[in-house]
């Protein structure tokens, strides 16, 4: 077969070649790109004659997708799919997988980060220190605050083990409760109690059409004045024009990694000009030790594969 690795891993390369010269050896042709491509043409051509293409979190288009006749298998390095037109992978009958939980612990502590950014007025600091402002820069500690979390998967199990070493209350809203998780001391509640007792609250959920606006404008009416909200999930799971009118109206604080697009933000973006938000560039997954899982993840996804066993498929 043919293995296309069409966008960088960000890994070192003898990774790449180490594995390059095993799947080579099981007698596959193997090729990897060191950059990505710069459109659809460039992609199209890449995945010419590939029956497996391994693609990180770059758009990958319908006209792509039906272009890539040989294509079987695309193995995503990321944790998301909504980049990839999913219709046309179903159509196409390619089998789709992910590497879910290559970074749970960077995102998880992006979380924390963010946390304290706001409450210790990082943004008011840097006016005060570079444009000679004059805010008061009194914070709050994580400890002893009432923290929500939306979902209860890999990241947010990984968050409350955080949170419960910093002596957090915890309140959980997902649609499966878990056991495991209560004996932790995490209360579940309905997502009404949780929007209007948390002092923080912090998204995983996935980005879906059942998703879409999860916290829109009647949710996020209900949360507590000068509460905090975290998302480092997807951007479209928050009413993000609503958010910013919130933010502006000094009733909520915010600190926001994930948006209904990829940065740069147009100058127009509300959340961009908003008060009372920490903005990161959707860096949540972004460290060297989740680079190096994902790298696992992906390759042993093709392994398996390879074996006639198939992982982290995501069902269309």
Known sequence: MKISLVNPLEVDEKIIQNHKEKLEEMGHEFIFYDNNAKDDDELIERLKDTDIAIVTNKPLSAEVINAAENLKLIDVAFTGVDHIDLDAVKENGITLLNASGYSDDSVAELVIGLTIAVMRKFNENKANIFQSQNHNLMGETIQGKKFGIIGTGNIGTKLIGILLAFGCEVLAYSRTEK??????????????????????????????????????????????????????????????????????????????????????????????????????????????????????????????????????????
């Open 179 to 316: 056991e495991d998780i209560k004996n932790l001391g995490v209360t579940y509640v309905d997502l009404d109690t949780l929007l209007k007792e948390s002092d923080v609250i912090s998204l995983h959920i996935p980005n879906n059409n059942e998703t879409k606006n999860f916290l829109g404008k009647e949710e996020l009416d209900k949360m507590k004045e000068n509460a905090i909200l975290i998302n480092c999930a997807r951007g479209p799971v928050v009413d993000n024009d609503y958010l910013a009118k919130l933010l502006n109206e000094d009733k909520i604080r915010a600190g926001i990694d994930v948006f209904n697009m990829e940065p740069p933000l147009p100058e127009d973006y509300p959340l961009r000009n908003a008060k009372n938000v920490v903005l990161t560039n959707h860096v949540g997954f972004y460290t060297k030790e989740a680079m190096a899982n994902r790298a696992e993840i992906v390759f042993n996804n093709i392994y398996e594969y390879l074996n006639g066993n198939i992982i982290n498929e995501i069902k269309l």
